[in-house]
């Protein structure tokens, strides 16, 4: 599956790369956070393919009421799995607190309580398919991975644990960003998952 994977930074020039047809073999396009929700409405339209997405720390809280809290035509992955086509996607949104009011922001504990309440979802995917989860969807990065030490860039750890328990293929995320498309920074290899940055965006085959 072809998926188109987006975070953080806006990139006027999809559209156009939209229009002239050079991402048509996208069959779905994931969201790690960070980016206005009608930009994605945009991409959604032109494309005219599936979106999940989860929120980031600059995203709004979610309200049924509130069409600017969500992404119109996509569905927020936050603590959430689902199945496309033949793949088993779960996410967890937000990243660690960092401000006491922030949006979207969790202490390292209220993390984990957060990344628990996919148990549930993750043993009936098991029992099913045999599997868990294929493609874990995150804003923030694992902590100790992909992340730094500032404050507001600091990994959660809920997320290694997920990766441990869940064991995806692949792990998506966004919020740290690497300016120089090194791919030895961007892209790891961790407890058989491979972690990938996909900010600003990438287009990514994703196998069994």
């Known amino acids: 599956m072809k998926i188109l994977a987006l975070s953080d930074e806006v990139v006027e020039r999809l559209y156009s790369l939209c229009n002239n047809g050079h991402f048509k073999t996208i069959e779905l396009i994931v969201g790690c956070g960070d980016l206005p929700y009608p930009y994605l409405e945009n991409i959604v339209t032109l494309l005219n393919v599936p979106l999940v997405y989860v929120p980031g720390n600059h995203d709004p809280n979610y309200s049924p009421e509130d069409a600017k809290s ?101 792990h998506l995320h966004g919020h740290t960003h690497f300016y120089r498309r090194n791919l030895a920074e961007s892209e790891t290899l961790y407890k058989g998952t491979k972690i990938i940055n996909v900010h600003p965006y990438k287009v990514l085959d994703v196998y069994h």
């Open 70 to 170: 969500y992404a119109e035509g996509g569905s927020s992955l936050d603590r959430r799995l689902i199945r496309f086509k033949t793949f088993l996607i779960g996410g967890l949104g937000g990243c660690v607190q960092y401000r006491p009011d922030g949006t979207n922001q969790y202490t390292q504990a209220d993390a984990y309580l957060r990344a628990f309440s996919m148990i549930p979802s993750l043993l009936l995917n098991r029992l099913h398919y045999g599997r868990s989860m294929d493609i874990l969807i995150t804003h923030s990065p694992p902590f100790g991975i992909h992340d730094d030490d500032t404050q507001a860039h600091t990994g959660l750890k809920a997320i290694n644990w997920l990766i441990r328990v869940a064991k995806p293929r692949y």
